[in-house]
């Protein structure tokens, strides 16, 4: 997983050409699903490889959305204490409103991540 981190964190960061097919191939290969299952187990580097793949497109965020994992951050965030876990969950959910605001903001208020949300609003 970690493997998976590094290769899209150094394109993204370098603006590597085909990032977007670098995710959607990533997506398209079903890797969601299983990041999900990590993230709710509670590995941090499973939520930065969400956001990573969410960077700048939207189809991957809505699939993260769809997954459910905003409702289940809005019960493990308040119980863990984490520092890492919280932050990656906090920077995962900062990237959906980032890169998917229309689609992001009603489950996560819906969740009870109003508060977050409006922490977390690009400016």
């Known amino acids: 997983m970690r493997v998976l981190v590094c290769r899209v964190l150094c394109a993204v960061n370098t603006r590597a050409e085909g990032i977007r097919q670098l995710q959607a191939s990533i ?17 941090p580097v499973a ?27 809005s019960v493990i965030l308040p119980m863990t204490s ?18 998917c605001p229309s689609f992001a903001e009603e489950p996560i208020i819906n969740a009870g991540l109003g508060e977050y949300k409006t922490a977390l609003q690009p400016v």
């Open 82 to 99: 984490d520092l890492e876990l919280q932050s990656q969950m906090c920077f995962l959910l900062s990237g959906l409103v980032a890169f």
């Open 27 to 43: 997506t398209a290969a079903g890797a969601v699903e299983p990041l999900v299952t990590l993230a709710l187990r509670r590995h």
């Open 47 to 73: 939520y930065q490889a969400l956001q990573i793949l969410c960077y700048r497109n939207n189809v991957t965020c809505k699939a993260v959305i769809k997954s459910g994992i905003i409702e289940k951050i």
